[in-house]
């Protein structure tokens, strides 16, 4: 169980890293720039992934370019989010896009909706409803500039997914799927960060490198550690997913409450008991 452990970690603090960016004068735009090319780095060196499987007819290359326009732009949907809405709202968001995936392999791959696994996605929207709102009159009138961003993190995690499953079906490896969106993410964004300088709108500085390379590691790290984890308990796959899930909820809401200070609704609060009951009933439940 460390291995999930150390997974949902490293989640968190990719969170908490995100959160106290601007406060060190970060560069949350450059920060994820680097973020992919430690990221590109780590994965050629960790998994050697097999590149000749390009060469191959059926490469998913729509899904593969899909993964690498989307996988940063949600990392700055992330970064605005967990300002403006915290830690906890934005990390219950990211995990309960489980709901949406799980309707995508419904409806896209075939997967059979038994009874209890439609329940918990019943209870699992209640949930984010739950975490959307907010009971209090002026945090509802600051959920103009929130709602959008928690929604964001929401759909876009779950779009994420989905395009892995994509490339997956079509046989193309996990770690080359990782590579070539890793690595085409970050020639994207360093042509916007050269852009940005050009322009004199941003200047490259050595701090958002650092945090950058950091947030890396802990990008890097949660993945690495999750794939662990179901190597070591490969009979127990629901285990091991509802662990991660339920342990980034837990950690996400002790890291907000208690290194923030982030103040919850009754809503939200009952929304995460809510949440925790909907992951448990998708992972073990037939």
Known sequence: MIFILLSAVCSVLVSVLLKVARQFGVDAAQAVTWNYWADAILCALVWHPPLASLAQPGVPWLALLGLAAVLPSLFLALAASVRRAGIVRTDIAQRLSLLLSLLAAFLLFGERASVMKCCGLALGLLAMFGILAQSDRGAAQNNGRVLPVLLTVWIGFAA???????????????????QVSFALAFIGMALWQVLRAWRGTARLTGRSLAAGLLLGLLNFGNIIFYVLAHHALPDQPAAVFASMNIGVVVLAALAGAIGFGERLSWLNRGAIMLALCAIAMIAFLP
């Not at 079906?169 to 990782?178: D, H, K, R």
């Open 160 to 178: 994420v997914d989905v395009m892995l499953k994509q490339i997956a079906v079509a046989g193309t490896p996990f770690a080359v799927s990782l």
